[in-house]
């Protein structure tokens, strides 16, 4: 199978920060490769919305999606396997 293309990998990007990651889908796994700057700044803009979400599965989707939102290029090409979206 051919790599995908930095177009295709941006746009992947762009896609998970416009719909979000669980309307784009992704293996919860993806947790465990994302940068830690990047899960902090994603926590740091959305500490007051957080304890307001009624399910674990809207807290990890916000987190998921901000997180893409503040990965550089390299990190998100790095992880980008991990979401189901071409």
Known sequence: ???????QIKKKKQEIVEV??????YATAVFNQIPAY???AAVRE????IPMMKTETDVMNLLVTE?????????????EQYFLTN
Do not use: C, W
């Open 1 to 7: 199978m051919e790599a995908p293309s930095k177009q």
């Open 20 to 25: 979000t990651a669980i309307n784009v889908g």
């Open 38 to 40: 990047a899960m902090i």
């Open 46 to 49: 959305n500490v007051d919305l």
């Open 67 to 79: 997180s893409v939102r503040h990965m550089s290029y390299q990190d998100f090409k790095d992880i």
